[in-house]
């Protein structure tokens, strides 16, 4: 192998960061076999299909019916109907309601939802969030007063108060608590008038995935079907409450895809005032996309609670004035821009430390006293990212220490963090994600406790990510066609992965960068069939190792722009490789 094949190896390497032994495992697609009744689809798509487990077109309707008419009935959450009687005696008689919910994008959009809705039946509501810094997550006895003292009667929790246990059994008397959320459910259930949730032992409904702000929209369904037929319209919030289902990360799947597909219908053509300014500061037009809501949309909307204060979030998605939710917009650009920096600070600082573990370290937990804490579980996904090891990233300040975990495929946050219970304050969260306290005098055993767990169920080879590629393509398979059978499957997110594709043996036709900083990879590809651009952000340095005539290996996603009537097809690249070149045979003659 010549030096130039030397560092193209590198490559794959050099498309993230990379610290020690990090490696990428590429899991390619079965063979394509014939699937009867598929026929009208390309072979790339009925690859695709065949490798989910669709060879009939039985099995392909499920991903079709997004049609949110054929939707669950509301009534099969335990205690809906309770709920619904509550809420509507509560309107009935004028008493004030209020609506609690949580700090993320999640709770916000649940929030936002609620309120819009009881508000469109001449409800008396008024909304709370609980501050990150200064009342940390879910309800507090302190909030559910002051609540009762402005005269709520009737609290409505969004995304928190399952297992708020102690706090529901202290409320102020007199005042009745109905929980709507999704999080996971502890032995004892609190003592609520109606405890609305999906993962609930003993709750009839057919899909648990729902994000608090769908089961935000099942309420409202629910309130319009049996107490105010024809005076709410549920469908009015889908923009934010896509918008939460996305930024919350929960499958993309059943009843999530339709809520979100129509999300996105309505963020295209008819945005609420506080979307459509979000959307502006974005520089998003349409048609929106799943990835907008994960990657712009959703950020903003987070860095509100991250950096202060989430009602301002909760101010713009409530916002019924263009010009005052363009304003709301615009501080929330300024928030998510200072989020960046810190965000980029903390890891910068953190890979410092990272670069002095020992090449067999199967997890990251550190911390600092300076680094913010609404920050940090960006600051761990960004080090899971690039090093692919589970991180625990703590502020290290004040009585008690506060962190936040990110993990990696096949290794559980909760049960690493149940092993360790003796030595933390708190702890919560689910397999991916997690947040601790511990007091600083149990720190150095509980780091040494995380990454004993760490090292005894996480081997080598768990340290490969792994892409896994769905079809083999050649450049000439490429077509708007083939883009609009693959977006059938769409929304893509957590649960429904966006298909990659490969291709083989390709040649480097040229190279560049592109950006106001040059910070991103445009390359012209050419296989035996035909060219293809690509590109890739954040990953200018790449270009140094792709010459004209570099033959290599391309994992993509398929991406279709539109511009002045036409479509044309570009590759989103996510890894390559040297292409594999087949032994010399000497001949015998």
């Known amino acids: 192998m010549d030096n130039s094949d030397t560092q193209l190896s590198q490559i794959h390497a050099m498309m993230r960061p990379v610290l020690k032994k990090e490696r990428r495992n590429w899991i390619l697609p079965e063979p394509l076999r014939a699937q009867p009744g598929l026929d009208a689809f390309s072979p790339v798509f009925r690859q695709i299909l065949h490798g989910r487990g669709v060879t009939r077109q039985s099995q392909l309707a499920p991903w079709l019916e997004t049609d949110l008419e054929r939707a669950p009935d509301p009534f099969l959450l335990k205690d809906m109907a309770l709920a619904v009687d509550l809420i509507a005696e509560a309107v009935h008689q004028g008493q004030r309601i209020a609506i609690y919910g949580d700090y993320d994008a999640d709770g916000v959009t649940a929030t936002v939802t609620l309120a819009r809705g009881l508000r469109a039946v001449g409800a008396d509501v008024i909304t709370y969030i609980p501050n990150r810094f200064t009342e940390g997550y879910g309800l507090n006895l302190e909030a559910l007063t002051d609540l009762y003292a402005r005269g709520a009667r ?36 609190p003592a609520v008038d109606a405890l609305i949730n999906p993962k609930q032992p003993d709750c009839a409904y057919p899909f648990d995935g729902l994000a608090a702000c769908g089961v935000a929209y099942k309420l409202l369904v629910a309130l319009e079907q049996r107490a105010f037929p024809g005076k709410l319209d549920p469908t009015e919030s889908l923009d934010a409450v896509a918008l939460g289902t996305v930024a919350d990360v929960v499958p993309l799947r059943a009843e999530n895809r339709a809520i979100v597909r129509a999300g996105l219908r309505r963020l295209s053509l008819s945005p609420s005032p506080g979307c ?17 809501l994960a990657f712009q949309l959703g950020p903003r909307i987070n860095a509100a609670g991250r950096m202060e204060d989430a009602m301002l979030a909760l101010d713009l998605l409530s916002a019924d004035d263009g010009d005052q939710a363009l304003i709301r917009a615009q501080q929330l650009q300024a928030q998510n821009a200072q989020r960046q920096q810190l965000t980029a600070e903390i890891v910068k600082e953190a890979k410092a430390k990272v670069a002095e573990l020992d090449d067999g370290a199967a997890a990251i937990v550190m911390g600092a006293g300076h680094w913010p804490l609404g920050v940090l579980g960006l600051a761990a996904s960004k080090l899971v990212e690039e090093f692919y090891r589970p991180a625990f990233i703590f502020n290290t300040d004040g009585p008690e220490w506060r962190g936040s975990a990110r993990s990696i495929e096949g290794f559980h946050l909760v049960d690493c963090l149940e092993q360790c219970a003796p030595l933390l304050h708190r702890f919560g969260g689910h397999a991916m994600a997690a947040g601790v306290t511990v007091l600083p005098a149990r720190y150095a055993e509980m780091k040494a406790c995380l990454e004993t767990y760490a090292a005894a169920r996480l081997k080598a080879e768990a340290f490969s990510r792994p892409i896994r590629i769905e079809a083999t393509a050649a450049f000439a398979d490429l077509k708007p066609s083939l883009h609009q059978e693959i977006q059938l499957l769409a929304p893509f997110g957590v649960g ?34 035909a060219t293809a651009e690509a590109i890739a952000f954040d990953r200018a340095p790449t270009a140094a190792h792709l010459p004209a005539g570099r033959r290599v290996d391309l994992v993509y996603a398929l991406e279709c722009d539109r511009w002045d009537g036409l479509e044309r097809i570009r590759l989103h690249l996510r890894d390559l490789r040297p292409a594999v070149r087949p032994a010399l045979v000497l001949s015998t003659v």
């Open 276 to 292: 459509a300014a979000l959307l502006r500061v974005a520089n998003i037009t349409p048609p929106v996309t799943a990835e907008h």
């Open 154 to 189: 009737l609290v409505i929790t969004c995304d928190c108060g399952t297992n708020a246990v102690d706090v529901a059994n202290a409320r102020p008397a007199g005042m009745r608590l109905v929980i709507s959320d999704h999080h996971e459910a502890g032995p004892v259930r």
């Open 496 to 529: 429904n992965r966006e298909p990659l594709l490969l291709s083989r043996d390709v040649d480097v036709v040229r190279t560049e960068t592109f950006g106001s900083d040059r910070r991103h990879l445009r390359v012209q590809f050419r296989d035996r069939t």
